[in-house]
Nanobody, 121 residues
Framework: VQLQAYGGGLVQAGGSLRLSCAACGLTFSTYVMGWFRQAPGKEREFVAGIRRSGGSTYYADSVKGRFTISRDNSKNTVYLQMNSLKPEDTAVYYC???????????????WGKGTLVTVSS
């Protein structure tokens, strides 16, 4: 199983980025997918999650209204559209797959390697 996240980079505060995560080696449509992030010196935290069909989405309070998670099961890909970015959004962003929609680090079955997002003030 491989999850490859990409799309990170350097952006000014108020800007936007779109992250993508391509999955292979698993039956993508049978997994819930999540995005997590880890800032320097901090623990990994939940950002957004989406259920198998894409009909239900979940967000951390800190990103609600600014970030949107979506998925395309035909492309085995999950996305994270990030708008109105803030310096505190700076982190390595990881995608992850799980059997159930319990959005905790320990519940995620597979992890990608992460992509760095840096938001300058």
């Amino acid at each position: 199983v491989q999850l490859q996240a990409y799309g990170g980079g350097l952006v000014q505060a108020g800007g936007s980025l779109r992250l993508s995560c391509a999955a292979c080696g698993l039956t993508f449509s049978t997994y819930v997918m999540g995005w997590f992030r880890q800032a320097p010196g901090k623990e990994r935290e939940f950002v957004a999650g989406i259920r198998r069909s894409g009909g239900s989405t979940y967000y951390a309070d800190s990103v609600k209204g600014r970030f949107t998670i979506s998925r395309d099961n035909s492309k085995n890909t999950v996305y994270l559209q990030m708008n109105s970015l803030k310096p505190e959004d700076t982190a390595v962003y990881y995608c992850a797959a799980a059997y159930s929609s319990v959005w905790a680090v320990e519940n995620m079955r597979y992890w990608g390697k992460g992509t760095l997002v840096t938001v300058s003030s």
